[in-house]
C-alpha cells in the first residue's frame, strides 16, 4: 500500500517521498475474501480537525510529532522547502513526518474539511531516507 510522505532531511530541508507499507493478505471473516492489511502501528492519540471553510493557506510550519493524517473531505496542496507541489484529494492519507526545519505550506480548498490525525510516536518504522 503506498502512501506519500512529508520529512525534513537533517539539513532542515523538507521533502516528499512515496513509502510502500508491507501489507499481507488477511481473512476478518470467514465469509469475507481475505484482503490486504499492514501491520500494526502504536499510536499516542487520534484527534479529529475540523479546517473551517476559507481557511486557505497555512504558512510555513512543522508538525510537534509524526502523524498520518486522513483527510476526509476537501483538498490540500502541500509545498515542501524544496519547491515541490503535492494535491491531497479527500479519501488520501499521508504520513507527516518533518518535526523540525522549514517545514511545509499547506494550502486548502474553499470548503470546511475534516481531518483525523493519528499521532505515531514512531512513525511508521520505515528505513531512513
Partial sequence: MK??????????????DQVDLPTTKRSVHPDATPFDVTASYPAS????THIP????????????E???TVRLD?????ETSDGEIRHVRA??????EDT??????SRHSPEAQTVIWISLPN???????
Fill in 45 to 48: 492519540r487520534v484527534r479529529l
Fill in 74 to 78: 476537501g483538498s490540500v496542496e502541500y
Fill in 53 to 64: 471553510a476559507g481557511m486557505r493557506e497555512v504558512a510555513w510550519h512543522t508538525v510537534p
Fill in 91 to 96: 479519501g488520501s492519507f499521508v504520513l507527516v
Fill in 3 to 16: 502512501s506519500l510522505r512529508i520529512y525534513a532531511t537533517p539539513d532542515g530541508e523538507s521533502h516528499f
Fill in 100 to 105: 523540525h526545519g522549514k517545514g511545509h505550506l
Fill in 123 to 129: 512513525g511508521l518504522d520505515l528505513p531512513p531516507v
Fill in 66 to 68: 509524526p502523524v498520518l
